[in-house]
């Protein structure tokens, strides 16, 4: 829901046709990355926190420093905090700007992923580690080596193997990456380096991880869209190209690469038959939600299929200020994901 009209939303009434509600709202939190480990859901977001900073397009206003860790027996049940997880202060490598993270497991060892600008103001991923799922998580000493941009998405297969999704544009910088070196030039503009809008349109990349999980194991890959003609979707298609928030799940033998489409607030999906791509446009997962960004992932929990997202109900409309939600998915008989309309009054998870 574009910021221009906050300003005429009854919050009072949005909230009451809303179909769930902040899970905590002691403090902000935002682009929830979910997992189910060992019977339980953790989820890992970023944490909100109003720096001071004036909104631009490259997302300076973003300037959270920190992680907690959310858990929850079910969908259903009480969010706990489980406190700081990491702070900025505790990256060698990192300067500001802890955005969207997400987490893994592997033989008992808890790992988060997270992006963060360098001393330099480039944005890179790093890994730190933990026996905990709610850590304190201790970060690896450099980044991970070739890793740029934002939004890191983690997903494990069912051979064992683990990808990497990640990317956006804007703020995120991908789009000062495409020559393969940052580009470095002025003006740092969200509009600068991207491609024209009859352009195939700037795709997130994939990578399989080392089996330690710490580095690539091949160069980064585009994760490429087609459209219902088998072509690239373009840049000019923002209703439906990708914008940032990777999110990879399986269902039914396929693989669903989900996404938001930033400026135009939707979070939309893609089918393919193997975790490189390509993907197949699919539709809207989430209609667009209140603030500007939308940022989501999926999980199954007991047989189900859930949605974690955020909207900026809680701070009444404040872009940088959001909170967490979840609701429940439903695929229909062909394997699509049914539209989810974020204030139509029904809570789907009853």
């Excluded at 909104?55 to 929850?72: I, K, N, P, Q």
């Excluded at 940032?244 to 989900?258: I, L, P």
Aim: hydrophobic share 35%; aromatic share 14%; glycine share 8%.
């Amino acid at each position: 829901m574009p910021e221009d009209s906050i300003e005429h939303i009854n919050f009072d009434a949005l909230n009451q046709k809303a179909i769930s509600q902040p899970l905590v709202t002691h403090i902000y939190t935002a682009d929830p990355s979910a997992h189910v480990f060992n019977g339980k859901i953790y989820i890992y977001p970023s944490h909100d926190m109003d720096a001071g900073d004036a909104f631009d397009d490259l997302g300076s206003h973003f300037a959270m420093e920190d992680y907690h860790v959310l858990s929850m027996d079910s969908p259903t049940g009480k969010a706990r905090d489980h406190g700081v997880a990491l702070h900025v202060k505790e990256v060698p490598w990192a300067a500001k700007q802890l955005w969207a993270p997400d987490a893994g497991e592997k033989d008992g060892r808890y790992y988060l992923f997270f992006p963060a600008k360098d001393h330099e103001g480039i944005f890179r991923i790093g890994v730190a580690i933990s026996s905990s799922p709610t850590g304190p998580f201790l970060p690896q000493p450099q980044a991970i080596q070739k890793s740029f941009s934002i939004d890191p998405a983690v997903f494990k297969d069912d051979d064992g193997s683990y990808y990497m999704y990640f990317g956006g544009i804007w703020g995120g910088q991908l789009q000062r990456w495409r020559t393969g070196k940052f580009n470095a030039e002025q003006p740092e503009s969200p509009l600068a380096h991207l491609p024209e809008d009859n352009e195939p349109a700037l795709c997130a990349k994939v990578a399989r991880l080392t089996d330690d999980l710490l580095e690539f194991a091949e160069d980064a890959r585009d994760v490429v869209l087609l459209d219902e003609a088998a072509g690239p979707l373009l840049q000019g298609d923002k209703g439906r190209r990708f914008f940032e928030a990777s999110w990879m799940h399986k269902y039914n033998g396929k693989y669903y690469f989900s996404y938001s489409t930033g400026d135009t607030h939707f979070i939309c999906y893609a089918i393919g038959d193997n975790p490189y791509g390509p993907f197949t446009y699919a539709g809207q997962i989430l209609k667009p939600v209140v603030g500007w960004t939308s940022h989501h992932s999926i999980a199954a929990f007991g047989g189900e299929w859930y949605l974690f997202y955020h909207d900026s109900s809680l701070s009444k409309g404040v872009t940088h200020l959001r909170c967490v939600k979840v609701t429940k998915i439903r695929y229909d008989e062909r394997g699509y994901i049914k539209t989810i309309d974020p204030y139509n009054g029904l809570n789907v998870l009853e």
